[in-house]
T-cell receptor, first 115, second 116 residues
Framework: AQSVSQHNHHVILSEAASLELGCNYSYGGTVNLFWYVQYPGQHLQLLLKYFSGDPLVKGIKGFEAEFIKSKFSFNLRKPSVQWSDTAEYFCAVNPGYSSASKIIFGSGTRLSIRP | DTAVSQTPKYLVTQMGNDKSIKCEQNLGHDTMYWYKQDSKKFLKIMFSYNNKELIINETVPNRFSPKSPDKAHLNLHINSLELGDSAVYFC???????????????FGEGSRLTVL
């Protein structure tokens, strides 16, 4: 069955540290890839997305993600985190450009930033 | 203005009761969804409506019945609540049925349902 794995359940970093959150998916064909973020007390919102073209995608608030097809990965990165980045991060995959019913979410990674 | 709003935010109830969660979006979107987030935080789609018409109905017990009086509202009614129904339910909307292509799902803040 298709799945999305986020291996880091809880990541704790100090401010200014670099961040990389892992995301791997199991689907061999064309995919659309997303990262959503949920700040404390707020709704899930789109951070960035990949459809095609440059595998390095830039998102809001200095985040970026790199699609590595050979590794079935779409890791999220940020060179220097801030306290305000404390949130839950969800990776999501839509296999085969299909409808919303096929979007598969990972279980999320909680990011805690120490001031 | 909240784009996608859900009520109630928290709901604690006894097994066997019937309860509803309401959702409204003011984005003018055509499509609305209900997702369930289980204890392991996996988000799974339950239903989707496009212009008041049901287009996605995943494997969900028929105790769950969505209702869309208009394209800005999608309510979720649950009959005979069971312990396993405890979860966070998220409403979402998108511009059209091709949310997978645009990738832009707009979520509500979630409704945490606890069944005792």
């Amino acid at each position: 069955a298709q799945s999305v794995s986020q291996h880091n359940h809880h990541v704790i970093l100090s401010e200014a540290a670099s961040l990389e959150l892992g995301c791997n998916y199991s689907y061999g064909g064309t995919v659309n890839l997303f990262w959503y973020v949920q700040y404390p007390g707020q709704h899930l919102q789109l951070l960035l997305k990949y459809f095609s073209g440059d595998p390095l995608v830039k998102g809001i608030k200095g985040f970026e993600a790199e699609f590595i097809k050979s590794k079935f990965s779409f890791n999220l990165r940020k060179p220097s985190v801030q306290w305000s980045d404390t949130a839950e991060y969800f990776c999501a995959v839509n296999p085969g450009y299909s409808s919303a019913s096929k979007i598969i979410f990972g279980s999320g990674t909680r990011l805690s930033i120490r001031p | 203005d909240t784009a996608v709003s859900q009520t109630p935010k928290y709901l604690v109830t006894q097994m066997g009761n019937d309860k509803s969660i309401k959702c409204e979006q003011n984005l003018g979107h055509d499509t609305m969804y209900w997702y369930k987030q289980d204890s392991k935080k996996f988000l799974k789609i339950m239903f989707s409506y496009n212009n008041k018409e049901l287009i996605i109905n995943e494997t969900v017990p028929n105790r769950f019945s969505p209702k869309s009086p208009d394209k800005a509202h999608l309510n979720l009614h649950i009959n005979s609540l069971e312990l396993g129904d405890s979860a966070v339910y998220f409403c979402a909307s998108s511009q059209d049925t091709l949310a997978g292509v645009t990738g832009e799902l707009f979520f509500g803040e979630g409704s945490r349902l606890t069944v005792l």
